[in-house]
């Protein structure tokens, strides 16, 4: 319960208000990651956004194409590299991350699960 409500807290820091996703529910690839969780979440929530940036809704689905942007505009794509900046300041003296954050900088879904 405590790691439920730190996680809370974090992604209310991190702007994830409306979509908090405690560490488990993190791929095993992310979740096994020796980085704070607020850089999982932010690795987590650039999947995503890669994931919905590249997705089409067949013929134009008026539904899919909604959710789509909802899904984009609820993990706040807008804000990726903005965080990014923020989190590369918050941990320049601590390689580990820096590299995390490197390496998935273009991750999809298959690339974590």
């Known amino acids: 319960m405590a790691q439920m409500?730190?996680?809370i807290a974090l992604a209310g820091l991190l702007g994830l208000a409306g979509c908090v996703v405690p560490e488990a529910g993190l791929s095993p690839t992310i979740q096994?990651?020796?980085v704070p969780l607020e850089v999982k979440l932010f690795i987590d929530r650039r999947v995503g956004c890669i994931h919905f940036d590249s997705e089409k809704a067949p013929?134009?689905?008026?539904?899919?194409v909604r959710m789509i942007e909802d899904s984009i505009r609820r993990l706040r794509c807008d804000y990726l590299e903005r965080d990014e900046r923020r989190l590369r300041a918050r941990y320049a003296t601590?390689?580990?991350v820096i590299e995390a954050i490197e390496r998935y900088?273009?991750?999809s879904p298959s690339d974590i699960n």
């Open 105 to 107: 900088s273009d991750a």
């Open 32 to 34: 096994a990651l020796d």
């Open 5 to 7: 409500r730190s996680g």
């Open 94 to 96: 601590t390689p580990g």
């Open 59 to 64: 013929d134009n689905d008026p539904g899919r």
